[in-house]
DNA sequence: CGATGTGAAATGCTTCACAGCA
DNA sequence: TGCTGTGAAGCATTTCACATCG
């Protein structure tokens, strides 16, 4: 209840922070494919448009990796971030329901970061079966099991309708999935010690029908969030951005 | 500036109740096609895996719509929700970037809800320009500006590449669009007054890969783990569930 | 009696402000 | 001197607990 750290020497890492932490380590990568070798919080915090103060918390919370009078070297603190992450770890991931969306996803940057690679990909149309999507041909759901032989996936993706959410969910724990992403716009049930995640168009939607109704005076957070982020144009802290990630 | 009130007799409602509204929406909806002529907190609460308390003071912030000893009247509460929400306007959505990703936004669910409206679908790539996706037909990126003679657009979604998302923003911010739903995974800027939200896979991706390093060990092979009380579940948008299947 | 609506407490997150180190 | 790291203050959100009312 008093003590804030783990086992290592490292505090809880809140989940606004874990949030975060990707948009900087995006902006380091680019930092420093541009050659930039150190960064202040002041720089890293107007280009991820949030201030300064809560950069040094966030970081800090992963360790003392900056340096008085400096700033943080931005290849090492990638690195540590990285690290925090988990990214270099392997992650095998799964997705189910290849239609439009799940193309885009297998094809989309976020599987070419380091660390997820595609296990297989899974749906039940005949006409989808057999087709290479990316780097992976499309397998029928009914062989899902067959998977569990080769090697436990760590992530399991939900592109499938809504309807086929939950049975399709509850078949990847079955195999030994023990996260799901769900892009389908319905509440899973999972057992407890299984992450979910949601992703979902239409709750975007009626968020940004709610601001828009109340524009002209409203003033809600500015920050930049992955998802549930809102909110008019930050205070622009400072100043443009260099480089800013592509 | 002080009164926690505005024009109306209704409270400033917090970002992170505005993010729950959609999900008791889709909930209540769902409840009154199944002929559920009334909820209580706590069955809604259940139904979108949150504390009742929350509920209620979510719901609260919007009027004293429920009765004491009784609960919520199913359709007159989701007729509130969807007036607060402002989906009984009209939002007429342009979409810019025809790709998978794009094809799966536009035949998405989220856009078959009241309010919003596809208003026109633009790329760039000749082989997708002229070609009937959805509702609409995608038209040349370069006649963006045509579009502005004819209808005033409230929500530009980009759906481009990353490298591409800046320029197509600043565009339609040009042609009066005041919000963007950005799905490229970079970070955007606008002007003040322009609302911007992120939907990020990759940022999704290593949220969960943070996650799963956390998480207790793993179990072994072949046994169900008998799994501690609470699971980490990270926040996230919640959804709804429809009425009982599986 | 049962369930809402809501002050007040608890918790969590952000921002301030500055000591301290390179 | 410049910038990090961090206690403490300031806000925001969640949860509690119960008066209140149908």
Known sequence: MSIDRDLAGVRRIPEATVVRLPVYQRILAELGRAGVPTVSSELLAGLARVNAA???????????????????????????????????????????????????????????SRGFRIAALFD?????????????????????ADLAAQERAAIGVVATP????????????????????????????????????????????QVMSFYLTRLPAADPPGVLAPIRSVGLTPPAPGEDAPAGPT
Chains 1, 2 share one sequence.
């Open 124 to 144: 039940t149309d005949p006409a989808v079966v057999g087709q290479q999507v990316g780097p992976a041909v499309v397998r029928d759901m009914a062989t899902l």
């Open 162 to 205: 809504s309807a086929a959410a939950q049975e399709v969910t509850d078949q990847l724990i079955g195999i030994g999935v023990r996260s799901i992403l769900n892009f389908a716009p319905t509440v899973l049930t999972v057992p407890a010690g299984v992450l979910l995640r949601y992703v979902d168009l239409s709750i975007e939607l």
């Open 54 to 112: 809560k950069v040094r918390k966030d970081l800090s919370l992963l360790g003392s990796f900056g340096t008085r009078g400096t700033g943080y070297d931005t290849a090492f603190l990638l690195e540590q971030i990285e690290l925090a992450l988990g990214v270099d770890h392997d992650w095998p991931v799964v997705v189910v329901g290849i239609g439009n969306l799940g193309r885009a996803l297998v094809n989309s940057a976020g599987f070419s």
